[in-house]
C-alpha cells in the first residue's frame, strides 16, 4: 500500500496463474501499478485544476483490481478492475497501454457528474481528454474532425473536447467544476458563448468532416 497526496493505493492481484496474470507481473508489476495511480491522480487534479481539498472529490483510498474477466476496465465505489485476460491478449506494448487504461479509469474516481445527470458520452469523452493530455492514446483512435456527433463518447468527445480546450484554456476543467452539482448543455454556452452543437459544427468544419 502506498500514500501519497493524502490517497492510499493498493493493488490486489486476484489473477492466479492465468496468462494474462503472469503477464501483467513481468512486464507491468505491482509497484509500476501503484506508481501509476499515483501520477495519474496528480495529473487529473492538475488537469481538472483543483489545487485544493474542498475541489475534489473526498476519496480516501482507491484500490485496483487485476482479474480474470470480460471486457477492458471498469472504475466503480472508488476501484478500479482491469481484466488480465485483456492485458494477455493484447499485441503491442501493453505497459503502455495499461498506463492509459489506469488514467482513464481513475479520470472517472475524481471527475464530477452532475448528480447522474451528465451525458454518458462526455463522461467518457473527459476520461479519455485525460489519456490524450497524458500522451497515452491507442493508435486505432479516431482522428481529429472525425465522428457522427459530439457526445458519441470516448476518442471521438475526447478530441472534440480538445478542440473546445483550444478555444479557452481550462474549458474542460471548468466544465467538470459546473458538473459538481448538476448538467446542462447551457454550460457550454457559458464557457464558450456558443451551443454545443455550433460548436460540434465548427469543429468538424475546421477539419473538413
Known amino acids: 500500500m502506498q ?5 492510499q493505493y493498493a493493488v490486489n492481484d486476484n489473477t492466479g ?7 501483467f507481473r513481468s512486464e507491468i508489476g505491482g509497484d509500476y501499478s501503484l506508481q501509476t495511480l499515483s ?22 483510498k482507491v484500490t485496483l483490481f487485476i482479474e480474470n474477466g470480460d471486457g477492458v ?6 476501484e ?11 499485441s503491442g506494448d501493453v505497459k503502455r497501454e495499461f498506463t492509459g487504461v489506469i488514467y482513464h479509469e481513475m479520470t472517472h474516481i475524481w471527475q464530477w457528474k452532475g448528480n ?18 497524458a500522451n497515452y ?29 483550444s478555444l479557452r484554456k481550462g474549458f474542460v476543467a471548468k466544465l467538470n467544476k459546473k458538473m459538481r452539482t448538476g448538467y446542462s448543455a447551457d454550460y457550454f454556452v457559458d464557457l464558450s458563448g456558443k451551443t454545443v452543437d455550433q460548436l460540434w459544427s465548427d469543429y468538424k468544419a475546421k477539419y473538413g468532416n
Do not use: M
Open 3 to 7: 500514500r501519497i497526496h493524502a490517497v
Open 17 to 23: 496463474n492465468s496468462g494474462g496474470g503472469v503477464r
Open 39 to 60: 501520477c495519474a491522480t496528480g495529473f487529473i487534479w492538475r488537469i481538472f485544476q483543483q489545487n485544493n481539498l474542498a475541489d475534489r472529490k473526498d476519496v480516501q
Open 73 to 78: 476496465a471498469f472504475a466503480v465505489d472508488n
Open 80 to 90: 478500479i478492475h482491469v481484466n488480465a485476460n485483456y492485458l494477455g491478449n493484447y
Open 116 to 133: 447522474g445527470q451528465t451525458p454518458g458520452g462526455l463522461i467518457e469523452g473527459i476520461a479519455d481528454f485525460v489519456r490524450l493530455k
Open 137 to 165: 492514446i491507442p493508435s486505432h483512435w479516431v482522428q481529429p474532425g472525425q465522428g457522427k456527433k459530439w457526445d458519441q463518447g470516448y476518442d471521438v468527445t475526447a478530441r472534440f473536447l480538445d478542440y473546445c480546450n
